[in-house]
C-alpha cells in the first residue's frame, strides 16, 4: 500500500514535470512564429490605415458601376458563352485523358516504377495553374479560345488524375478479387471489378471541375486565351464601369447557374 | 482431383501461414476445414486458384500442375474453380444479373466482354443459376439493395455460372446469423449432391462443420492436424484443432465438448 503511493505520487511528479517540459516547448516554437507571421504582415505592406484611407475610392469605384450598361450585353453573354465552352471541351477532353494516367498512379493497380514515374509527372505538371499554361499556350499557338483550352485541358488533367487515382485505391478489394476468382483477364477485372466502383466518383469529379473551370476560365480572356475575360479587362481599362458591372452580372449569373446544376446533379450520382 | 504438395506460405516478412499442407481432394466431396480464425484456411484455399501466390509446394489440378502453368493455363483452371467469400464480394452497384454475369467473364470473348456484352446463352445460364439459389425474380435489382443472405445467394449463383467442377467457399457464412447459416449451407450441400461439384468449404464453426462435413480437415496455425471423416472426429483433435494458450474461450469450448 504505502510503496504504491510512493510509485504514484513518483508518476505525478514525472506527469508535472513532462507538463512544464510541454509548455517551455510550446513557448519556444510560439514566440518564433508569431514574430515571423508579423514580419510577414510588415513586408506584405498590410495596413488598416491604408486600407481605411482607400475606402471612399472604393465607395467611388462602386458608384461608377451603377447602373449597368446593358448595351454591352449581347458581347457580355457572347464572351459567357466562349468561357463555358471552352470549360466544357477542356474539361471533358481532359476528364478522357485522365482516366488511364489515374490507372497507372493508383498503387493498387500500376506496378511500383509506373506508378512512381506517373505519379511524379503529374504532381510536378499539378503544380503549375491554368493562368501559367495560358500564357504559355497562347505564346505557343497564338491568341483565342484555343489556347484557353489547351491551358484548361492540361491542368484539368493533372488533377483528375489525382482525384481518380485516389478514389481507385479506395475501392473495396473484394468484388476484384472474385471477379479474378472467375479466371477474367486483367482488363476484364478493371472493367468489371474496378470501373463500376469507381464511374460514379469519376463523373462527380468531372462535374465539380467544370464548375471550377467555369470561374478559371473567366480570368483567362486576359492573357488573350479567350472568353469572357477579355472583355472584362478591356472595359476595365477603358474606365467603362457601367459596361464591365454588366458583364460581370452575367458572369454571376452563369456561374451560379452552373453550380446549381451541376452540385444537383452531382447529389444524385452518389 | 486436387492435390496439394507441401505447400508453404510465408507473409513478409516472417508470419508462416502455411507449413508444408498435403491434402487430395477427389471428385464430388464435400471436405470442410476447419479451424480458428488464423489457422491459415483461407491462404490455404485462396492458394488454390493462386490468388495468394504460394512460397513453396505445389498444387496440382487434375494432375497440371497449377504452381506452375502460365496466366492462360491458369485461368482455364480458375474458370472451372468458383469461389465464394465470407464478404460475398459482389459488385454493389452493379445489378444482380451483372454480378451473375461476372461468372462467364473466364469464357466470354475479351473485347465483347469489354463492352458489357454478353452472349443470349450466358444471359440464359445466369438467370437459370439465380434460379436455382431461389433468387428468380432479382435479375434487374441492384446488389446493394439486397440482403446478407441474398447477396451470398448471388454470389453462389456466379459460382454456377461458371459451370465449375470445384466451388471453395472462404467462411461463406461468417457474416450471417445462425439461420441464414443453415440456408447458405443447405444450398451448397445441394449443390454437391446435385451437381456433383466438389465444395472444399472454410469454416470456425465447430457445430456447422460437424453438421454438414462428410470429410473435415482440421487446421492449426497452418499445419494439418486432422484429416477424416466427421464421425472419427474425437475430442482430443478437437481439441488440437481448438483448443490451446491463445483462447480461453476456445479452450472451455473445447472442455465442454470433450467431457
Given at each position: 500500500m504505502t510503496s504504491r503511493t510512493v510509485e504514484q505520487s513518483a508518476i505525478d511528479r514525472l506527469k508535472i514535470a513532462q507538463k512544464r517540459r510541454n509548455r517551455l516547448y510550446f513557448y519556444l516554437v510560439s514566440i518564433p512564429l508569431l514574430a515571423l507571421y508579423g514580419w510577414f504582415l510588415w513586408e506584405t505592406e498590410?495596413?488598416?490605415?491604408?486600407?481605411?484611407?482607400?475606402?471612399?475610392?472604393?465607395?467611388?469605384?462602386?458608384y461608377r458601376m451603377v447602373p449597368p450598361d446593358f448595351s454591352v450585353l449581347q458581347s457580355a453573354l457572347r464572351g459567357a458563352f466562349e468561357t463555358f465552352q471552352i470549360a466544357v471541351v477542356g474539361t471533358t477532353i481532359a476528364a478522357l485523358l485522365a482516366l488511364p494516367l489515374g490507372f497507372l498512379s493508383a498503387r493498387n493497380v500500376a506496378s511500383p516504377n509506373i506508378f512512381y514515374a506517373v505519379r511524379s509527372a503529374i504532381n510536378f505538371f499539378r503544380s503549375i495553374d491554368t493562368m501559367v499554361y495560358a500564357l504559355l499556350f497562347v505564346a505557343a499557338v497564338g491568341l483565342g479560345p484555343f489556347p484557353g483550352v489547351l491551358a484548361v485541358i492540361t491542368y484539368t488533367t493533372t488533377i483528375l488524375a489525382k482525384l481518380y487515382s485516389e478514389a481507385i485505391e479506395d475501392i473495396d478489394p473484394g468484388p476484384v478479387e472474385a471477379i479474378t476468382a472467375t479466371g477474367a483477364t486483367r482488363l476484364q477485372v478493371l472493367r468489371f471489378g474496378i470501373i463500376p466502383q469507381v464511374l460514379p466518383l469519376f463523373v462527380s469529379y468531372l462535374l465539380y471541375r467544370l464548375e471550377t473551370n467555369i470561374r478559371a476560365a473567366t480570368i483567362l480572356g486576359f492573357v488573350g486565351a479567350g472568353g469572357v475575360g477579355f472583355y472584362i479587362q478591356t472595359y476595365l481599362r477603358m474606365m467603362n464601369y457601367p459596361a464591365a458591372s454588366c458583364i460581370l452580372l452575367v458572369l454571376v449569373a452563369m456561374v451560379m447557374a452552373v453550380d446549381f446544376g451541376s452540385s444537383r446533379l452531382r447529389k444524385r450520382l452518389i | 482431383m486436387i492435390e496439394v504438395r507441401d505447400l508453404t506460405k510465408i507473409y513478409p516478412p516472417d508470419k508462416l501461414a502455411l507449413d508444408q499442407v498435403n491434402l487430395k481432394v477427389g471428385a464430388g466431396e464435400f471436405v470442410i476445414i476447419l479451424g480458428r480464425s488464423g489457422a491459415g484456411k483461407s491462404t490455404l484455399l485462396r492458394c488454390l486458384n493462386r490468388l495468394v501466390e504460394p512460397s513453396g509446394g505445389e498444387v496440382f489440378w487434375d494432375g497440371m500442375e497449377v504452381t506452375a502453368t502460365s496466366r492462360e493455363g491458369l485461368r482455364k483452371v480458375r474458370r472451372e474453380i468458383g469461389m465464394i467469400f465470407q464478404q460475398f464480394n459482389l459488385v454493389k452497384r452493379a445489378t444482380v444479373l451483372e454480378n451473375v454475369l461476372a461468372g462467364r467473364l473466364g469464357y466470354a470473348g475479351a473485347l465483347k466482354s469489354l463492352f458489357g456484352?454478353?452472349?443470349?446463352?450466358?444471359?440464359?445460364?445466369?438467370?437459370?443459376?439465380?434460379?436455382?439459389?431461389?433468387?428468380?425474380?432479382?435479375?434487374?435489382?441492384?446488389?446493394?439493395?439486397?440482403?446478407?443472405?441474398?447477396?451470398?445467394?448471388?454470389?453462389?449463383?456466379?459460382?454456377?455460372?461458371?459451370?465449375?467442377?470445384?466451388?471453395?467457399?472462404?467462411?461463406?457464412?461468417?457474416?450471417?446469423?445462425?439461420?441464414?447459416?443453415?440456408?447458405?449451407?443447405?444450398?451448397?450441400?445441394?449443390?454437391?449432391?446435385?451437381?456433383?461439384?466438389?465444395?472444399?468449404?472454410?469454416?470456425?464453426?465447430?457445430?456447422?462443420?460437424?453438421?454438414?462435413?462428410?470429410?473435415?480437415?482440421?487446421?492449426?496455425?497452418?499445419?494439418?492436424?486432422?484429416?477424416?471423416?466427421?464421425?472419427?472426429?474425437?475430442?482430443?483433435?478437437?481439441?488440437?484443432?481448438?483448443?490451446?494458450?491463445?483462447?480461453?474461450?476456445?479452450?472451455?469450448?473445447?472442455?465442454?465438448?470433450?467431457?
Amino acid at each position: 500500500m504505502t510503496s504504491r503511493t510512493v510509485e504514484q505520487s513518483a508518476i505525478d511528479r514525472l506527469k508535472i514535470a513532462q507538463k512544464r517540459r510541454n509548455r517551455l516547448y510550446f513557448y519556444l516554437v510560439s514566440i518564433p512564429l508569431l514574430a515571423l507571421y508579423g514580419w510577414f504582415l510588415w513586408e506584405t505592406e498590410v495596413s488598416l490605415f491604408r486600407l481605411r484611407r482607400g475606402l471612399p475610392w472604393m465607395a467611388d469605384f462602386l458608384y461608377r458601376m451603377v447602373p449597368p450598361d446593358f448595351s454591352v450585353l449581347q458581347s457580355a453573354l457572347r464572351g459567357a458563352f466562349e468561357t463555358f465552352q471552352i470549360a466544357v471541351v477542356g474539361t471533358t477532353i481532359a476528364a478522357l485523358l485522365a482516366l488511364p494516367l489515374g490507372f497507372l498512379s493508383a498503387r493498387n493497380v500500376a506496378s511500383p516504377n509506373i506508378f512512381y514515374a506517373v505519379r511524379s509527372a503529374i504532381n510536378f505538371f499539378r503544380s503549375i495553374d491554368t493562368m501559367v499554361y495560358a500564357l504559355l499556350f497562347v505564346a505557343a499557338v497564338g491568341l483565342g479560345p484555343f489556347p484557353g483550352v489547351l491551358a484548361v485541358i492540361t491542368y484539368t488533367t493533372t488533377i483528375l488524375a489525382k482525384l481518380y487515382s485516389e478514389a481507385i485505391e479506395d475501392i473495396d478489394p473484394g468484388p476484384v478479387e472474385a471477379i479474378t476468382a472467375t479466371g477474367a483477364t486483367r482488363l476484364q477485372v478493371l472493367r468489371f471489378g474496378i470501373i463500376p466502383q469507381v464511374l460514379p466518383l469519376f463523373v462527380s469529379y468531372l462535374l465539380y471541375r467544370l464548375e471550377t473551370n467555369i470561374r478559371a476560365a473567366t480570368i483567362l480572356g486576359f492573357v488573350g486565351a479567350g472568353g469572357v475575360g477579355f472583355y472584362i479587362q478591356t472595359y476595365l481599362r477603358m474606365m467603362n464601369y457601367p459596361a464591365a458591372s454588366c458583364i460581370l452580372l452575367v458572369l454571376v449569373a452563369m456561374v451560379m447557374a452552373v453550380d446549381f446544376g451541376s452540385s444537383r446533379l452531382r447529389k444524385r450520382l452518389i | 482431383m486436387i492435390e496439394v504438395r507441401d505447400l508453404t506460405k510465408i507473409y513478409p516478412p516472417d508470419k508462416l501461414a502455411l507449413d508444408q499442407v498435403n491434402l487430395k481432394v477427389g471428385a464430388g466431396e464435400f471436405v470442410i476445414i476447419l479451424g480458428r480464425s488464423g489457422a491459415g484456411k483461407s491462404t490455404l484455399l485462396r492458394c488454390l486458384n493462386r490468388l495468394v501466390e504460394p512460397s513453396g509446394g505445389e498444387v496440382f489440378w487434375d494432375g497440371m500442375e497449377v504452381t506452375a502453368t502460365s496466366r492462360e493455363g491458369l485461368r482455364k483452371v480458375r474458370r472451372e474453380i468458383g469461389m465464394i467469400f465470407q464478404q460475398f464480394n459482389l459488385v454493389k452497384r452493379a445489378t444482380v444479373l451483372e454480378n451473375v454475369l461476372a461468372g462467364r467473364l473466364g469464357y466470354a470473348g475479351a473485347l465483347k466482354s469489354l463492352f458489357g456484352r454478353f452472349s443470349v446463352e450466358d444471359e440464359l445460364l445466369a438467370l437459370e443459376c439465380l434460379e436455382q439459389v431461389g433468387l428468380a425474380g432479382f435479375s434487374e435489382r441492384r446488389a446493394d439493395t439486397l440482403s446478407g443472405g441474398e447477396q451470398q445467394r448471388v454470389a453462389i449463383a456466379r459460382a454456377l455460372a461458371q459451370r465449375p467442377r470445384v466451388i471453395l467457399a472462404d467462411e461463406p457464412t461468417a457474416s450471417l446469423d445462425p439461420r441464414l447459416t443453415q440456408t447458405i449451407m443447405d444450398i451448397l450441400k445441394r449443390i454437391n449432391k446435385e451437381k456433383d461439384i466438389t465444395l472444399i468449404v472454410s469454416q470456425h464453426q465447430l457445430e456447422v462443420a460437424m453438421e454438414y462435413a462428410e470429410r473435415i480437415v482440421g487446421l492449426r496455425s497452418g499445419r494439418v492436424l486432422y484429416d477424416g471423416s466427421v464421425s472419427d472426429l474425437g475430442p482430443e483433435a478437437i481439441e488440437a484443432i481448438y483448443g490451446g494458450e491463445e483462447g480461453r474461450d476456445d479452450q472451455s469450448n473445447s472442455r465442454t465438448v470433450g467431457h
